[in-house]
């Protein structure tokens, strides 16, 4: 199996607080894991990424973690303001001749 | 820096109609990607390619075709447009050759409306 599973597909939080999106994967060999977020209208860009031999990444207010063994990783996203409101995607790949399978995305809604 | 262009931003069909996307990128990317993006669907993959003249599956090549005719530019066909289709398409390229262990840059995307 290949797919990523995301939960949740919506997600509606107050200003300031903090916000989770959880994803699954399937292929044990999977190594690189990215989250792009995509505003309204937008292209998906990468925010954060985490590889395989990291159990956790902060940058700017984001922080992924990994759980290789549950095959599970999350992003956390710390003091969400308006400007987080966004869809986020999840995706995993592994080793050369696999590609990136996305989650199905969680619309973060950031409300004052 | 660099950027990927899609043509057209908007294309309306017929259904059966073929209808062809195009995409460059001036990233000097070896992978370059096409995705559908539906509602609630995530992004799936259509076709992918490793380098010039290679095409490769991805989960939803059927009922589309892709042609990398040079490493800048790859083009994504829908054989027969069908009828009340509606969904974004996007380009992505990466400096990967082969696998996925690279951040994808995207393009703007082609909106798809068949009537």
């Known amino acids: 199996g290949e797919q990523v599973e995301q939960l949740p597909s919506i997600l509606r939080v107050q200003e300031g607080s903090s916000a989770s999106i959880n994803c699954t994967y399937e292929?044990?060999?999977?190594?690189?894991f990215p989250w792009y977020k995509q505003e309204p209208g937008e292209n998906p860009k990468l925010i954060i990424d985490?590889?395989?031999?990291?159990e956790r990444k902060q940058t700017q207010g984001l922080i992924v973690l990994l759980d290789k063994k549950a095959k599970r990783f999350s992003l956390h996203i710390t003091d969400t303001q308006p400007g987080d409101s966004a869809m986020y995607f999840c995706?995993?790949?592994?080793?050369?001749?696999?590609?990136?399978?996305f989650g199905t995305g969680t619309k973060l809604q950031v409300v004052p | 820096g660099g950027i990927i262009t899609q043509t057209p931003k908007f294309l309306i069909g017929q259904e059966g109609q073929k209808l062809t996307l195009k995409c460059q990128q001036n990233f000097n990317h070896d992978t370059m990607y096409w995705y559908r993006q539906d509602s609630g669907k995530g992004l799936r993959l259509i076709y992918y390619?490793?380098?010039?003249?290679?095409?490769q599956k991805g989960d939803l090549s059927e009922g589309y075709d892709a042609s990398r005719e040079k490493k800048s530019s790859f083009s994504l066909t829908v054989t027969s447009a069908q009828k009340n289709e509606m969904a974004v398409f996007l380009c992505?390229?990466?400096?990967?050759?082969?696998?996925?262990?690279?951040?994808?840059?995207f393009g703007p995307g082609t909106r798809l409306t068949v009537l």
């Open positions: 992505a390229s990466s400096i990967v050759g082969t696998g996925g262990e690279a951040e994808q840059f």
């Open positions: 292929n044990s060999a999977s190594n690189y």
């Open positions: 985490i590889r395989s031999n990291m």
């Open positions: 995706a995993a790949s592994g080793n050369s001749g696999t590609y990136q399978r």
């Open positions: 390619s490793i380098t010039e003249n290679d095409l």
